[in-house]
């Protein structure tokens, strides 16, 4: 059977926890598992897509008065707000493990159901999947989500509120129009919190569930020293440059 790991590594770090994810995506060719699951947490802070304008994402001022970090990561999609009481799920894997699926929302679409069926496993009623990445509790938003695809290497990776300080995501985030499309606004959803009482057993229904569906056995790991070198590597040269941050991503 394939084999897969999990990771729970966490940074009290912005910029490194962003770091981490490139250098895990960059070294899956050279991994002998066939997928990496991570779980994390960033400090609190705001982290916006790879191409998006700053000034029309974030409230920067808001940002400054309540010590609120700002942070650009590989991916592109939309900008999120992330605390303590916000867990992020990584998805590491090769296209080639969804000969099914024809394009990357597809796929994201199967992240995002997981998710869901996660959620009912452990009780939790009145969800709905809005388009292939937004999860939606009592018509309230609780996960988003953005993917990346290099070749034939895909990472995705999603949020899920459970006690995230709502005022400081509403008043952090710029709910704006997307004016390169004439007359379509942003889908916009105020956000909720989901009283999940037990992250654990999340994390353990949700790789269970992934392993029954690609056939892949699971097992908990740890960083390579590759990972570790590359992370710092970016994180210096990268993810803590104002450059990077404000509004000049690199090619």
Known sequence: ?????????TFNDLHHNL????AIFTNLPNSIYQMTIRFWQNP????????????QEVDRTYCLLNDIEIGRRMSGGGAVFHDSGNLNISFFINRSNFPDLDNTDQISGFFTQLIIDTLIDLGFTDLEKEDSSIILYRGKKI?????????????????LLYNSNLTHLESSLLATTDESTAKKEQKHFPAINLPVKNLQALKKTLTKKLAENLNIKFEQSFLTNSERVLADKLKTSVYNKSAWIQNKPRE
């Open 1 to 9: 059977m394939r084999k897969g790991r999990v990771l729970e590594v």
């Open 143 to 159: 996960s988003g989500s953005n993917s990346y695809l290099k070749k034939e290497w895909y990472s995705h990776h999603a949020t």
């Open 19 to 22: 770091a981490l994810e490139e």
């Open 44 to 55: 609190k802070s705001v982290v916006v897509g790879r191409g998006q304008n700053l000034s």
